[in-house]
Protein backbone atom coordinates (compact mmCIF):
# COMPACT_ATOMS: atom_id res chain seq x y z
CA UNK A 1 0.00 0.00 0.00
CA UNK A 2 1.55 3.64 -1.09
CA UNK A 3 -0.17 5.17 1.57
CA UNK A 4 -2.78 8.55 0.92
CA UNK A 5 -1.80 10.59 -1.74
CA UNK A 6 -3.01 13.98 -2.57
CA UNK A 7 -2.77 16.09 -5.39
CA UNK A 8 -1.83 18.49 -6.39
CA UNK A 9 1.29 19.12 -4.40
CA UNK A 10 0.63 22.77 -5.04
CA UNK A 11 -1.34 25.06 -6.29
CA UNK A 12 -1.10 29.03 -7.23
CA UNK A 13 -4.44 30.62 -8.16
CA UNK A 14 -5.91 34.03 -8.30
CA UNK A 15 -8.69 35.57 -5.92
CA UNK A 16 -11.94 34.60 -7.05
CA UNK A 17 -10.80 31.27 -9.05
CA UNK A 18 -12.02 27.78 -7.91
CA UNK A 19 -9.52 24.67 -7.42
CA UNK A 20 -10.37 20.85 -6.36
CA UNK A 21 -7.83 18.41 -4.58
CA UNK A 22 -8.20 15.18 -4.83
CA UNK A 23 -7.85 12.59 -2.15
CA UNK A 24 -6.66 8.59 -2.04
CA UNK A 25 -7.00 7.29 0.90
CA UNK A 26 -5.32 3.63 2.16
CA UNK A 27 -7.71 1.62 0.13
CA UNK A 28 -9.27 -0.48 2.96
CA UNK A 29 -9.62 2.48 4.76
CA UNK A 30 -13.61 3.72 5.15
CA UNK A 31 -13.10 6.87 6.86
CA UNK A 32 -11.66 9.83 5.19
CA UNK A 33 -11.25 13.26 6.45
CA UNK A 34 -10.34 17.18 5.21
CA UNK A 35 -7.54 19.53 7.54
CA UNK A 36 -7.10 22.89 6.89
CA UNK A 37 -3.26 23.96 8.66
CA UNK A 38 -1.64 27.43 8.97
CA UNK A 39 1.34 28.26 10.04
CA UNK A 40 2.15 27.97 13.64
CA UNK A 41 -1.43 26.02 14.06
CA UNK A 42 -2.59 22.26 14.95
CA UNK A 43 -4.45 20.31 12.00
CA UNK A 44 -8.37 22.19 11.80
CA UNK A 45 -11.47 20.31 11.03
CA UNK A 46 -12.81 20.56 8.12
CA UNK A 47 -15.11 17.55 7.11
CA UNK A 48 -14.97 13.49 6.95
CA UNK A 49 -16.68 10.98 5.14
CA UNK A 50 -17.77 7.33 6.06
CA UNK A 51 -17.46 5.22 3.02
CA UNK A 52 -19.31 7.65 0.80
CA UNK A 53 -21.60 9.57 3.49
CA UNK A 54 -20.57 13.31 4.75
CA UNK A 55 -21.48 12.70 8.15
CA UNK A 56 -20.12 16.23 9.44
CA UNK A 57 -18.89 19.41 8.16
CA UNK A 58 -17.29 22.26 10.32
CA UNK A 59 -19.52 25.10 10.93
CA UNK A 60 -16.15 27.26 10.53
CA UNK A 61 -16.59 26.09 6.64
CA UNK A 62 -18.35 28.73 4.25
CA UNK A 63 -20.76 27.23 1.82
CA UNK A 64 -17.42 27.68 -0.59
CA UNK A 65 -16.23 24.32 0.42
CA UNK A 66 -17.77 21.73 -0.41
CA UNK A 67 -16.03 17.93 -0.45
CA UNK A 68 -17.63 14.43 -2.29
CA UNK A 69 -16.56 11.41 -1.83
CA UNK A 70 -19.14 9.91 -4.48
CA UNK A 71 -17.97 6.60 -4.10
CA UNK A 72 -16.55 5.47 -0.76
CA UNK A 73 -13.30 5.81 -2.66
CA UNK A 74 -11.11 9.00 -3.33
CA UNK A 75 -12.46 11.96 -2.42
CA UNK A 76 -12.52 15.99 -3.84
CA UNK A 77 -12.11 19.03 -1.97
CA UNK A 78 -13.30 22.08 -3.86
CA UNK A 79 -12.89 25.90 -3.04
CA UNK A 80 -15.36 28.06 -5.20
CA UNK A 81 -14.25 31.88 -5.50
CA UNK A 82 -10.80 31.26 -3.57
CA UNK A 83 -10.13 34.50 -0.98
CA UNK A 84 -6.36 35.24 0.51
CA UNK A 85 -7.51 33.55 3.86
CA UNK A 86 -8.33 30.12 1.77
CA UNK A 87 -4.23 29.94 1.39
CA UNK A 88 -3.01 27.20 3.63
CA UNK A 89 -1.85 23.45 3.41
CA UNK A 90 -4.80 21.45 3.02
CA UNK A 91 -4.80 17.85 4.50
CA UNK A 92 -6.46 14.52 3.70
CA UNK A 93 -6.34 11.47 6.01
CA UNK A 94 -8.05 8.23 6.12
CA UNK A 95 -8.70 5.37 9.31
CA UNK A 96 -10.57 2.71 9.77
CA UNK A 97 -14.14 2.98 11.59
CA UNK A 98 -13.49 -0.24 13.60
CA UNK A 99 -10.37 1.38 15.10
CA UNK A 100 -11.77 3.20 18.16
CA UNK A 101 -8.55 5.04 19.22
CA UNK A 102 -9.01 6.93 15.58
CA UNK A 103 -5.68 6.46 14.75
CA UNK A 104 -5.31 8.67 11.11
CA UNK A 105 -3.06 8.07 8.27
CA UNK A 106 -2.09 11.31 6.80
CA UNK A 107 -1.37 12.35 3.44
CA UNK A 108 1.47 14.82 2.29
CA UNK A 109 -1.06 17.72 1.83
CA UNK A 110 -1.80 20.53 -0.93
CA UNK A 111 -0.62 23.69 -0.17
CA UNK A 112 -2.97 26.56 -1.46
CA UNK A 113 -0.98 29.97 -2.19
CA UNK A 114 -4.15 32.26 -3.34
CA UNK A 115 -3.19 35.65 -4.78
CA UNK B 1 -12.70 27.50 23.03
CA UNK B 2 -9.38 24.97 22.36
CA UNK B 3 -10.19 21.81 23.68
CA UNK B 4 -6.74 20.39 22.96
CA UNK B 5 -3.73 23.26 23.92
CA UNK B 6 0.15 22.79 23.56
CA UNK B 7 1.40 25.47 25.75
CA UNK B 8 4.83 25.38 24.63
CA UNK B 9 5.71 25.98 20.90
CA UNK B 10 9.14 25.18 20.80
CA UNK B 11 11.92 23.17 22.81
CA UNK B 12 15.26 22.70 22.38
CA UNK B 13 17.15 19.57 24.29
CA UNK B 14 21.00 18.26 23.73
CA UNK B 15 21.06 14.25 21.87
CA UNK B 16 20.77 11.81 24.69
CA UNK B 17 18.90 13.51 26.90
CA UNK B 18 15.11 13.58 28.13
CA UNK B 19 12.26 15.70 25.73
CA UNK B 20 8.80 15.73 27.72
CA UNK B 21 6.42 17.50 25.73
CA UNK B 22 3.09 18.37 27.49
CA UNK B 23 -0.71 18.88 26.43
CA UNK B 24 -3.93 20.20 28.17
CA UNK B 25 -7.46 19.48 27.42
CA UNK B 26 -10.74 20.56 28.68
CA UNK B 27 -13.33 18.06 27.10
CA UNK B 28 -13.69 15.11 29.59
CA UNK B 29 -15.28 13.42 27.30
CA UNK B 30 -12.35 12.59 25.43
CA UNK B 31 -11.16 8.74 25.60
CA UNK B 32 -8.27 8.83 23.08
CA UNK B 33 -5.41 10.56 23.14
CA UNK B 34 -3.09 10.64 20.42
CA UNK B 35 0.53 11.76 19.39
CA UNK B 36 1.60 12.63 15.75
CA UNK B 37 4.97 13.88 14.93
CA UNK B 38 5.40 15.63 11.43
CA UNK B 39 8.53 16.65 9.12
CA UNK B 40 8.58 19.65 6.91
CA UNK B 41 6.66 19.13 3.46
CA UNK B 42 4.91 15.98 5.21
CA UNK B 43 1.89 14.57 6.54
CA UNK B 44 1.18 14.17 10.31
CA UNK B 45 2.54 10.35 11.32
CA UNK B 46 1.14 8.64 13.85
CA UNK B 47 3.61 8.26 17.01
CA UNK B 48 1.70 6.97 20.22
CA UNK B 49 -1.50 6.80 21.75
CA UNK B 50 -3.28 6.18 24.85
CA UNK B 51 -7.07 5.19 26.32
CA UNK B 52 -8.11 6.99 28.96
CA UNK B 53 -8.40 3.80 31.03
CA UNK B 54 -4.61 3.89 31.14
CA UNK B 55 -1.88 6.28 33.12
CA UNK B 56 1.10 5.18 30.69
CA UNK B 57 1.59 3.58 27.15
CA UNK B 58 5.29 2.64 26.27
CA UNK B 59 6.92 2.27 23.09
CA UNK B 60 10.57 1.93 22.19
CA UNK B 61 12.17 5.64 23.32
CA UNK B 62 8.39 7.24 23.37
CA UNK B 63 6.44 7.10 26.66
CA UNK B 64 2.72 8.93 27.25
CA UNK B 65 1.64 9.86 30.19
CA UNK B 66 -2.21 10.67 31.22
CA UNK B 67 -3.33 12.31 34.00
CA UNK B 68 -6.81 12.50 34.28
CA UNK B 69 -7.44 14.66 37.11
CA UNK B 70 -5.75 17.35 35.78
CA UNK B 71 -6.49 16.54 32.08
CA UNK B 72 -2.86 16.80 31.59
CA UNK B 73 -0.71 14.32 28.98
CA UNK B 74 2.72 14.26 28.18
CA UNK B 75 5.13 12.67 25.59
CA UNK B 76 8.61 11.66 26.91
CA UNK B 77 11.47 10.59 24.63
CA UNK B 78 14.51 9.25 25.96
CA UNK B 79 17.31 9.18 25.10
CA UNK B 80 16.68 12.17 22.39
CA UNK B 81 17.75 11.84 18.88
CA UNK B 82 18.73 14.23 16.75
CA UNK B 83 15.96 12.54 13.82
CA UNK B 84 13.90 13.14 16.66
CA UNK B 85 13.39 17.24 15.35
CA UNK B 86 9.83 17.31 14.44
CA UNK B 87 6.80 19.21 15.38
CA UNK B 88 4.92 17.46 17.86
CA UNK B 89 0.98 17.37 17.97
CA UNK B 90 -1.27 16.07 20.27
CA UNK B 91 -5.01 14.92 18.99
CA UNK B 92 -7.98 13.52 21.26
CA UNK B 93 -10.99 11.73 20.10
CA UNK B 94 -14.28 11.20 21.84
CA UNK B 95 -15.92 8.12 21.12
CA UNK B 96 -17.73 7.40 17.46
CA UNK B 97 -17.65 11.19 17.11
CA UNK B 98 -15.31 10.58 14.04
CA UNK B 99 -12.61 12.85 14.57
CA UNK B 100 -9.91 14.10 16.21
CA UNK B 101 -9.26 17.69 17.85
CA UNK B 102 -5.55 18.77 17.62
CA UNK B 103 -3.29 20.81 19.45
CA UNK B 104 -1.20 23.69 17.92
CA UNK B 105 2.12 21.50 18.04
CA UNK B 106 5.39 22.01 19.41
CA UNK B 107 8.18 22.05 17.88
CA UNK B 108 11.05 19.93 19.31
CA UNK B 109 14.78 20.49 18.12
CA UNK B 110 17.08 17.71 19.35
CA UNK B 111 21.21 19.26 18.85
CA UNK B 112 23.54 16.65 18.48
Known amino acids: DTGVSQNPRHKITKRGQNVTFRCDPI?????LYWYRQTLGQGPEFLTYFQNEAQLEKSRLLSDRFSAERPKGSFSTLEIQRTEQGDSAMYLC?????????????FGPGTRLTVL | DQQVKQNSPSLSVQEGRISILNCDYTNSMFDYFLWYKKYPAEGPTFLISISSIKDKNEDGRFTVFLNKSAKHLSLHIVPSQPGDSAVYFC???????????FGDGTTLTVKP
Open chain 1, 93 to 105: ASSLVVDPTDTQY
Open chain 1, 27 to 31: SEHNR
Open chain 2, 91 to 101: AASVPNAGKST
